[in-house]
Structure formats: structure tokens, C-alpha cells
């Protein structure tokens, strides 16, 4: 019904979390699918990358790898920026109240602990861009809990401010946190010169993240993420900077993606902790 009605769906694993990729396409080795960011040639039959494995197809959807994933399946999500729509996701009744304060009225669906408001119109996808809100659209996938109650109207300027905002506070970390602007991959003195930490401390600190992050080998693995960088970074705030944090974060996002988290959402659920103790 969803994919006849040009909504691109995919199945959701124990965890309400989307399929691990296969062998060939973790870590982006396939170089990724055609409409993610960074945009590669991987056709990979099987439910591989999260929400860019979304399809309105019904030859992929009925196709056996889909069916072997479906048969595991335990709820269904589709693609709101790839049906031209943006949910923004109100997590608790805080946020909730927030929007009716300062959102127009649209479609909204329930969900377990919030609601999902509906609008028409696709926009970048962000997490946390206030307390209990994130966006999804572009690069997220969105549970269906069905049609909900409601006309659907255009996506407000209010959430493009919030994503405007979003992107301002993520450009750099504040608060004296460095994550240096060059990428390593490795944690060394040579890369976090105004790092007040020993060596000893950071690589036993990263040690225990990645034990952690490691061991959610059926989900949470991306929350963990975020939660590994959000207290590492914390650990900076009180540094001259720069701390190498970027070479942290490599290791979390590999750590991640090894147990099944897509590497754009492990991407930007290490970003958005790192920047989070901000």
C-alpha cells in the first residue's frame, strides 16, 4: 500500500532498527548508494544501508533477500524525504507542547512515547535540534504507525530555522572543545597538542567506549555512539585545544559500523555527541 503510493519502504530488525549491511557493504566498501550523501555505485540486493535502501519497487520488495528480511521483520519504516515529506519527531510531552506553541497544525501520527508531525516538502535530516525534537527527511527513515489524523501542509520556515541553527552550533564545537580540523586515525599527542589528558587516559577512556559501543551487537549500537563521544568530549571542555577528537571519533564510527550501524548514522550520531557536552 505504502510503496504503491510512492513511498519508498524498508523492513525493521529486533530493536525497531534498520538491517545490518552485508559483509561487502560495511564500511562503505561498495562506495555507497546512489542517493546518499556521499553517492556511490552499490546495488546490493539485500536491505543494505538503512534508509537509502528504501524502494517503492516491487520486484526489490518481493525479491528473496527482501522476504528473507521481512520474514525477520518486526515493524516497517518508509523514507520521508524520499516521498517528499519531513516528520519532525516530538519525543515526550514537553516537546510536544513546544510544537503546538509554535508549529501550524498538520498531520500528526502517535507514537510509543511522542507524536511525528507531518509536513509536506523534504529538507536535511537532524538530530536533537532541541530537546525532544529531531528531524527526519533527506537521510532518516521514520517508523509507520500508520496514517494518523489530519491535513498535511507545507513544511514551516520555524523548522527550517531550527535546522539553520542546528548547522551553526555543529560547524564547530564550543565551550573549549577542539576536535581538530584534520581527521586522524589514531589518537597521539602529535594530533591533540592542547590536550591537558596523558595518553594513558584517552586511550583507556576510548578502550571502554568501544567495549561498550562493541557490545550492542543487536541495537542501541548508535545511541551508544553518541553517548561514547558525548562523554569523551566532556572529558576536553577544560582543554586549550586542540584535543585530536576527531581521531576518537573515527574509532567510535568504526566500532559502530562493525556491528551494523550505518556509517552515515554513525557519522552523525558521533558528531552530534562530540558537540553535545558544547
Known amino acids: 500500500m505504502l510503496a504503491a503510493s510512492g513511498v519508498p519502504v524498508l523492513p525493521l530488525r529486533a530493536g525497531k532498527v534498520p538491517f545490518g549491511n552485508c559483509p561487502a557493504c560495511t564500511g562503505a566498501a561498495c562506495g555507497g548508494r546512489p542517493n546518499m550523501k556521499a553517492a556511490g555505485p552499490c546495488e546490493c540486493p539485500r536491505v ?63 507514537t510509543t512515547r511522542g507524536e511525528h508531525w507531518i509536513y509536506r516538502g523534504a529538507t536535511r535530516s537532524a538530530n536533537h535540534v532541541r530537546p525532544g525534537v529531531d528531524i527526519k527527511s533527506r537521510m532518516a527513515y521514520a517508523r509507520w504507525l500508520g496514517p494518523g489524523t489530519g491535513r498535511t501542509v507545507p513544511l514551516p520556515s520555524a523548522v527550517h530555522a531550527l535546522l ?37 587516559y584517552v586511550q583507556t577512556g576510548i578502550k571502554r567506549g568501544l567495549a561498550i559501543v562493541r557490545s550492542h551487537t543487536e541495537t542501541g549500537a548508535g545511541s551508544s555512539a553518541y553517548s561514547v563521544a558525548r562523554f569523551l568530549a566532556k572529558q576536553h571542555i577544560g582543554c586549550p585545544g586542540p584535543c585530536g577528537l576527531d581521531a576518537l571519533a573515527e574509532d567510535i564510527i568504526t566500532a559502530a559500523v562493525a556491528v551494523g550501524v550505518p556509517e552515515p548514522y554513525a557519522r552523525r550520531a558521533v558528531r552530534n555527541g562530540l558537540h553535545a557536552s558544547a
Open 48 to 110: 543494505c544501508h538503512a534508509w537509502a535502501a528504501a524502494t517503492t519497487d516491487p520486484n526489490v520488495i518481493a525479491s528473496p533477500p527482501w522476504v528473507r528480511a521481512w520474514a525477520r521483520a518486526v515493524a516497517v519504516a518508509y523514507h520521508p524525504g524520499g516521498a517528499g515529506y519531513t516528520v519532525v519527531d516530538l519525543d515526550d510531552r514537553e516537546a510536544i507542547e513546544w510544537a503546538r506553541a509554535t508549529l501550524p497544525p498538520t498531520r500528526v501520527v502517535a
Open 164 to 200: 539553520d541553527r542546528e548547522r551553526q552550533e555543529t560547524t564547530r564545537p564550543g565551550g573549549g572543545v577542539d576536535s581538530s580540523s584534520r581527521p586522524q586515525n589514531t589518537w597521539t599527542r602529535a594530533v591533540a597538542t592542547g590536550c591537558r589528558h596523558t595518553q594513558g
